[in-house]
């Protein structure tokens, strides 16, 4: 699975003094998070507290009001071609198309991106996901766990040296869940970098190396995972939680 040349960046993700404002209102107020290849980090934090604004600032869908934010080494405002080469993101809900198949998913995505779609490209991507014989089954068919390994497929395609997950484990039965982690675990040990956020205590915290928690707008807590049982994680989750309601 090493299918990128290994960054030249120090890190795969490195956020400076990050600020967002929405309608007047700080979402986030001074993040700062760096990230290093071949290494996961799961993101946690309050409904509202700005997980999902720092993906999509990342991904480069949304602009930072104040501060900086740099993946593989590009800055996402000045540079946000070069870093939409270097990132998948798959955002919490799976962004399929119910009446295509799954190899006309990932056609039509291969297509609008101007990357090769021929039928061995697409179908090892479906492979590398465990859909292979339901290559030509129609996506509404799917279970919530096959059209998140459908979207993951995507990210294969695009080779992306950085990934991003908004809630990957929401609405997966524990195999589909194992896979997930599986995968995000392989990735990793190929050199990627994988930044998730979760509200699962038991899933997404198995691949992570590192707990970051949001709360007033910025990082509050930012940990090795090792050094923390689920039970800790949950009471300093529910903690900061309360804080930031």
């Given at each position: 699975m090493n299918w990128f040349e290994p960054m030249m960046a120090d890190f795969a993700i490195q956020v400076s003094?990050?600020?967002?404002?929405?309608?007047?209102?700080?979402?986030?107020?001074?993040?700062?998070?760096?990230?290093?290849?071949?290494e996961?980090?799961?993101?946690?934090?309050?409904?509202?507290?700005?997980?999902?604004?720092?993906?999509?600032?990342?991904?480069?869908?949304?602009r930072p009001s104040r501060g900086t934010?740099?993946?593989a080494g590009h800055d996402c405002v000045k540079h946000a071609e070069r870093v939409r080469e270097c990132v998948g993101f798959v955002a919490h809900g799976a962004w399929v198309y119910d009446d295509l198949t799954a190899l006309e998913n990932l056609k039509f995505w291969t297509t609008l991106s101007g990357r090769p779609t021929d039928a061995e490209t697409l179908r090892v991507?479906?492979?590398?996901?465990?859909?292979?014989?339901?290559?030509?089954?129609?996506?509404?068919?799917?279970?919530?766990?096959?059209?998140?390994?459908?979207?993951l497929a995507r990210l294969t395609l695009g080779r992306p040296r950085v990934i991003l997950l908004d809630e990957p484990f929401a609405g997966l039965d524990q195999q589909a869940g194992k896979w997930v982690d599986e995968y995000l675990a392989a990735f990793?040990?190929?050199?990627?970098?994988?930044?998730?956020?979760?509200?699962s205590f038991?899933?997404?915290?198995?691949?992570?190396?590192r707990i970051v928690?949001?709360?007033?707008?910025?990082?509050?807590?930012?940990?090795?995972?090792a050094a923390l049982s689920n039970d800790d994680v949950r009471r300093l989750y529910e903690a900061h939680a309360e804080d930031d309601a």
């Open positions: 003094a990050l600020k967002k404002i929405y309608a007047g209102r700080p979402i986030l107020s001074d993040v700062n998070l760096a990230i290093r290849p071949g996961a980090v799961a993101l946690l934090g309050a409904n509202g507290a700005g997980k999902t604004t720092l993906l999509r600032i990342l991904a480069t869908l949304s934010a740099v993946v991507a479906l492979t590398a996901v465990d859909l292979d014989r339901f290559a030509h089954a129609r996506v509404r068919t799917f279970s919530v766990g096959m059209k998140r390994r459908l979207a990793k040990a190929s050199g990627g970098c994988v930044l998730l956020t979760t509200h038991g899933r997404g915290l198995g691949v992570a190396d928690i949001l709360a007033g707008g910025g990082v509050v807590l930012d940990t090795p995972a």
